[in-house]
Nanobody
C-alpha cells in the first residue's frame, strides 16, 4: 500500500509562514489527486486545498490568496506553503492521496492519509 509521511508545522505568530510537506512511499504507484485537510479541536476535518497530478489546484475560500499547494511529481511530494497565518488556521493538518498502485499482478486503487502535523498560530 501507499504510505504518506508528513513534515513541517509548528508554532508561529499571526502573520507568519509555515510550509508543510507530504511524501508518498510504497512501490509502484501513480497519484491522481492529493489534498490537504485540517481538523481543529472539537471540529470536523475539513478540506483545505487540492492538487491533481496535472497541477490543477483548488482552495477553500478561507485560505485563498494565503496558502499555495504544489506537487513535485518526481519526488511524489506535495507541499502547502502557508503565509499570513491567522489564529483560526490553528489545527492538525492531514494530507491525503488517491491513485493506483501496482500489486505485482494488477493495479488497484488506493486512498491514504498522512499521520497529521500540528500547526499553531498565536496572537
Amino acid at each position: 500500500q501507499v504510505q504518506l509521511v508528513q513534515s513541517g508545522g509548528g508554532l508561529v505568530q499571526t502573520g507568519g509562514s509555515l510550509r508543510l510537506s507530504c511524501t508518498a512511499y510504497g512501490g509502484a504507484f501513480s497519484i491522481n489527486t492529493m489534498d490537504w485537510h485540517r481538523q481543529a479541536p472539537g471540529k470536523q476535518r475539513d478540506l483545505v486545498a487540492t492538487i491533481t497530478s496535472e497541477g490543477v489546484t483548488n482552495y477553500v475560500d478561507s485560505v485563498k490568496g494565503r496558502f499555495t499547494v504544489s506537487l513535485d511529481n518526481a519526488k511524489n511530494t506535495m507541499y502547502l506553503q502557508m503565509n499570513s497565518l491567522k489564529p483560526e488556521d490553528t489545527a492538525t493538518y492531514y494530507c491525503n492521496a488517491s491513485g493506483l498502485y501496482y500489486t505485482g499482478t494488477y493495479y488497484s486503487e488506493f486512498n491514504s492519509w498522512g499521520q497529521g502535523t500540528q500547526v499553531s498560530v498565536s496572537t
